[in-house]
């Protein structure tokens, strides 16, 4: 069981577009700034999302991030083949000093 | 360019202690804010935070597995080396070591390939 909560799987067609969510505590997402990362099977993940809401170098900008209160964000516009893959949200948790991740979320593209 | 890579046995016996090495070039651990950080990824399953040493030697543990953890880094060798000892089956997992560079929010920029370790008498 994740200290965060993410849907298991989201899915919409080409173009369309998926918001895929992430749910904490007051000690974690209520106090530390949410990342991101996508990754695909048998790779590393990649940091797509920083600081909440911040686009690292090179990612599309299809991409976008919220957060309020305990809860964050992830926002795929234009939906594209490319863009199937888990998508993890984490943060630092200050009760357990430590860096926590959600459970995942698959993104299908039908 | 930054980049880190882990390394480790593939297979380890039960109640083992298993080391696991992260050898990275193109940045200095050092730095302040740098950490290097251990993920791991059991077969099928979501990514699990292990550990952290950042830049001025502090370590922060997984809760449920601190006493089974340690961290440690060779500046010399720009190496960060995590051992965990009485491996189990459930620790089967693919091991990443990733970076972060600026402290909070710790968002780690840069990962390694992963090494599958495999834990079976």
């Known amino acids: 069981q994740s200290i965060l909560t993410q849907p298991p799987s989201v899915s919409a067609a080409p173009g369309q577009s998926v918001t895929i969510s992430c749910s904490g505590t007051?000690?974690?997402?209520?106090?530390?700034?949410v990342n991101w990362y996508q990754q695909f099977p048998g790779r590393a993940p990649k940091l797509i999302m920083y600081f909440d809401d911040l686009l690292p170098g090179g990612v599309s900008d299809r991409f976008s991030g919220s957060k309020s209160g305990t809860s964050a964000s992830l926002a795929i516009t234009g939906l594209q083949s490319e863009d199937e893959a888990e998508y993890y949200c984490a943060v630092w948790d200050d009760s357990l000093k430590g860096i926590v991740f959600g459970g995942g979320t698959k993104v299908a593209v039908l | 360019q930054v980049a880190l890579r882990e390394s480790g046995p593939a297979l380890v016996k039960p109640t083992q202690t298993l080391t696991l090495t992260c050898t990275f070039s193109g940045f200095s651990l050092s730095t302040s804010g740098v950490s290097v950080n251990w993920i791991r990824q059991p077969p099928g399953k979501a990514l699990e935070w292990l550990a952290m040493i950042d830049w001025d030697g502090d370590k922060f543990y997984r809760t449920s597995l601190k006493t089974r953890l340690t961290i440690s880094k060779d500046s010399s060798r720009n190496q960060v080396i995590l051992t965990m000892t009485n491996v189990d089956p459930v620790d089967t997992a693919t091991y990443y070591c990733a970076r972060v560079r600026g402290g909070r929010p710790y968002d780690f920029d840069h990962w390694g390939q992963g090494t599958l370790v495999t834990v079976s008498s």
């Open positions: 007051t000690s974690n997402i209520g106090t530390s700034s």
